[in-house]
């Protein structure tokens, strides 16, 4: 009897060690599944950090390149706006907004009629002839190029001619000059009275 129950509580030990068995190797089966799970989260956070390392740097190369072209957009912004249905004035717009050397464009042009401007204090004709502006001078035509480097000086000199603030600073410093004449002469002693050694008035002698 005693054997027998030896052998029946033996025969229970080996079945929980068995179910213990069977429950540790699903604990570690599970572990190994959420491990590998884990693995694949940690390859696929890499993976996602390398791309956005590469779409950061090119984030990056893109907003350099929209600040460049809104540095370039900004340099280039429309000064003159055409009228529209004026091809003429449209090329000419299209000329002076895109124009690199803005010091040329001190004297602007200002639209009378169709063909027809005034650049300062000169009217012009202007005209368009495959694409390209000339601007009538005399007899001739000149290109727009020739033109201003020609005649953008002479309107600057006019312009300042008859600048009414520059002729009344020029008054002003005139005066200023006069004044200044006139307190010398009357400081001169060629326009004091003849004196004595002693300091009084010297009489002319009877003759």
Known sequence: MELRQTLVQMTQEKDELQKELLTAAGYIEELERKYLISEQSRLDILKA?????FDLEAAMMEIQTLK?????????????IPVKGDQIDKRLAEYINNFPDRQKLKIMFMRESDGVYQFGTKRVTVRVDKDKINIRVGGGYLSIDEFLDQ?????????????????????????????SMEVVRENSPLRQSPRKSNGSPMKKRAI
């Open 49 to 53: 950090l390398k791309e956005c390392e």
């Open 68 to 80: 460049q072209y809104i540095i370039d957009l900004k340099s280039r912004i429309a000064v003159y």
């Open 151 to 179: 005649y953008t000086p002479i309107e600057l000199e006019k312009y300042g001619r008859n600048d009414p603030l520059k002729r009344h600073n020029e008054r002003m410093s005139v005066q200023k000059v006069a004044s």
